[in-house]
């Protein structure tokens, strides 16, 4: 990593400047360079670099780091009086010292210029670190015109120095001394206060565990004000960013359960403001505090294609919700009268931005330089899943994208393929930094069907700059088949025919809404169907992954309407004649355990037949089985799937008297059924019984119950002794006596 890119990255934290890397021994005497070089016009300043970072501020101006062409460190100081800029050549790399002191080395060597540019004249004194301290000393942290270096000793220690230049004299203050394994990092300063974190591996902890702690500190004594961690349980971790105000100390830490959080301690108080780092944000550094906001994020880089947010959140309001200030920030420099210079862009522009603040109230954002560049909106990111389970009740699948900057509207279209149904949704402005859009798993109004999705996302920039940008992709919904379910999305469908001979099609929610099975749509699917003694859905029996209706006339020829999984019906095809001499036909349930739906049919002399399912839309229907007699005795009976665990379908019949009893399957197509279990009286008041599936989405199939005095779902308990639970529902409401048919 180069010098700048380097000091980029550390920067971007609060005040932190240690730098990577052995310092060499130099001579104790060393000429100083010409620190400042020619000063560039106002005029020819008003632009910053595209590639410029913001390195450090004081009260009179700032320094930046960029490179040259010819792909060389420039350092530059921007004065605020004239707006002049002027090169600094003392250094590739740049420290931020929280003052007007420019403090550079070249690439951390032990050599560090101090240029003082708060006068008209700037003026210099240099610090030879290696002389004054000894080899292999480390640059760790730099407050004002203050150095902090580490240096190894023979006694197998690190000793933590503070150096300063007095009258060409270096003054050296040792603040710390602790054992060989330490590393020292200055990570926050306030004023002539900073903190400085440590980590050591103590001799008396085991090898495997190393203790952190934190100590804040003065320039002006060298005194240490404040100690914490050295018992082992500190925050503080080798990854902690921190910052430090007249009011707040603010740190970055590993969370005791795991994953890091971000604490802030009001001074004077014994008050800690605790928040987790989730997502994006477990890279997260805190750039810096102003009035009681934090502000943190992850940085990037100024010329970043993928953006990094900077987010600020209260300290103060215990419900509040962190929210975006920047769409992207690479660096933060941190001035002595508690602003912060952030380079980065937002929907202002594209430049260097001052962060100030006072009390709880939100932050000023106002771009203190700008580079010019039009920040075209474009998608950096996308994250939808390539297939959605939306079988699971109440499932809200999460679809996100982000962009470059955030001054943008996005419209998501999202279309089924097989029916062309579409959804647009324009999405709420982000508060991580991702639109995120949180789908309730409708199309259209209903449960979404199963299939091939296409997906497109367009951002159109709120502030008129540029065009829009679009971004696409695709997606497979799964939901279980429903055996009544007839557009193919994993939902009940019931179908009715009123005294008009008009077929209607009630397709419920995929799971209940309030505590009830609800319709999402009624639709007219035929007419004629007057025609008909008795019509029942009888699920998938024709291969399809969808239900199937069958319909038997006067003359006594049943018919079968293959279902197309998009709740329409196709053209009928006869299945055959002879059928008159039956009372009831009951389908829709597996009774043989292969898979496919069979269908049931009692004559008029009471015998019991089991017609097996072959999957064919031709012959759909084995030849009949004869389970047994005395089945006159129903007046109704209903295929409901398994309701009780058994080995097959179940088998409900009602008895003339209005008794419901249960026929357990048993799996074996020459003895379907076991002995009865009674179910329980008072059924004689609904004139239907459907066998409805998976109503509730309880992975249970259940039971529609319809007729003058109200609808009701009844729904599978999976015990044969009381196999029914009952739900209220909206399904029909007021209907009771409107349709002469229902299945």
Do not use: C
Request: no cysteine; net charge negative.
């Amino acid at each position: 990593m180069s010098g700048r890119r380097l000091v980029a990255a550390l920067l971007t934290l609060s005040t932190v400047t240690a730098v990577t890397g052995t310092l060499v021994t130099v001579p104790a005497v060393a000429a100083v360079p010409t620190a400042v070089a020619g000063v560039t016009a106002a005029a020819d300043a008003a632009n910053l670099p595209v590639d410029a970072e913001v390195v450090s501020v004081g009260d009179t101006g700032y320094l930046t780091s960029r490179k040259d062409d010819a792909g060389s460190a420039v350092l530059e100081w921007h004065k605020y009086a004239d707006g002049s800029v002027s090169r600094i050549n003392s250094g590739t790399v740049g420290y931020d010292s929280n003052s007007d002191t420019v403090v550079t080395s070249d690439d951390g060597g032990s050599m560090f210029v101090l240029t003082n540019m708060k006068g008209a004249t700037p003026t210099y004194a240099s610090i030879n670190v290696g002389a004054a301290v000894g080899g292999g000393a480390k640059l760790v942290g730099v407050v004002n015109e203050n150095l902090f270096v580490s240096v190894p000793t023979t006694e197998d220690y690190h000793d933590l120095y503070q150096l300063s230049s007095v009258n060409g004299t270096v003054r050296k203050v040792k603040i710390s001394s602790r054992p060989k394994n330490i590393d020292y990092k200055v990570v926050a300063s306030h004023g002539n206060d900073f903190v400085v974190l440590g980590s050591v591996r103590e001799p008396y902890i085991p090898t495997d565990r190393i203790v952190y702690w934190y100590a804040k500190s003065n320039v002006g004594s060298g005194s240490v004000l404040d100690w914490g961690g050295s018992s082992g349980t500190a925050e503080w971790d080798q990854s902690s960013t921190g910052a430090l105000t007249a009011d707040w100390e603010a740190w970055v830490h590993a969370a005791q359960e795991g994953g890091l959080e971000i604490s802030a301690k009001k001074l004077g108080t014994a008050t800690v403001t605790r928040f987790p780092l989730t997502g994006d944000l477990t890279r997260a550094v805190v750039a810096g505090v102003v009035g009681d906001t934090i502000l943190y994020g992850v940085p990037g880089t100024a010329t970043a294609e993928t953006p990094s947010p900077l987010y600020a959140r209260s300290l103060t309001d215990a419900a509040a919700q962190p929210y975006k200030v920047l769409d992207n920030f690479s660096s933060v420099a941190h001035a002595p009268d508690g602003t912060l210079l952030v380079r980065g862009f937002g929907s202002d522009g594209d430049g260097l931005f001052r962060i100030t603040g006072s009390g709880d109230t939100r932050p000023q954002v106002a771009l203190e330089a700008t580079t010019g560049r039009v920040m075209a909106v474009q998608f950096t990111d996308s994250q939808v899943p390539a297939a959605i389970d939306l079988e699971k009740a109440g499932s809200t699948p999460s679809l996100s994208w982000t962009l470059s900057r955030g001054n943008a509207a996005v419209d998501v279209t999202l279309t089924h393929i097989g029916t062309g149904k579409k959804l647009t949704k324009r999405l709420d402005a982000p508060v991580s930094g991702r639109f995120t859009f949180t789908w309730d798993g409708l199309l259209d109004g209903v449960s979404a069907p199963n299939g091939a999705y296409t997906w497109k996302a367009t951002a159109t920039p709120t502030d008129g700059i540029g065009g829009p940008a679009s971004i696409s992709g695709g997606f497979q919904v799964q939901r279980q088949a429903n055996a009544h379910d007839l557009n193919d999305n994993g939902s009940t469908d019931v179908i009715a025919r009123d005294s008009a001979g008009g077929l209607w099609r009630d397709d419920l929610f995929d799971w209940p809404v309030g505590g009830q099975a609800k319709p999402a749509r009624r639709t007219k699917i035929g007419t004629g169907w007057q025609t008909y003694r008795q019509i029942e859905a009888v699920g998938d029996i024709a291969g399809t992954s969808h239900g199937d209706v069958i319909a038997l006339d006067g003359s006594g020829s049943l018919y079968h309407y293959l279902g197309r999984g998009d709740g329409t019906l196709a053209s009928r095809v006869r299945i055959g004649g002879g059928w008159g001499g039956y009372k009831q036909l009951a389908g829709g349930s597996d009774l043989n355990g292969d898979g496919r739906s069979d269908l049931l049919a009692t004559d008029t002399s009471g015998v019991l037949w089991f017609y097996k399912g072959t999957g064919s839309s031709t012959t759909p229907f084995a030849p009949r089985v004869r389970v047994g007699g005395g089945w006159g005795v129903y007046n109704q009976i209903t295929a409901t799937g398994n309701i009780a665990g058994g080995a097959g379908g179940d088998l409900v019949a009602r008895d003339t008297s209005g008794v419901l009893w249960l026929y357990l399957g048993t799996g074996n197509p020459t003895a379907p059924f076991a002995s009865r279990i009674r179910i329980g009286g008072g059924w004689g008041a609904f004139t239907q019984l459907v066998g409805a599936g998976d109503v509730t989405n309880d992975g249970r199939p259940d039971l529609i119950a319809y007729g003058p005095g109200g609808t009701a779902v009844y729904r599978s308990t999976g015990t044969a002794t009381a196999p029914f639970s009952r739900q209220t529902t909206t399904l029909y409401t007021g209907e009771g006596t409107k349709f002469n048919s229902v299945a």
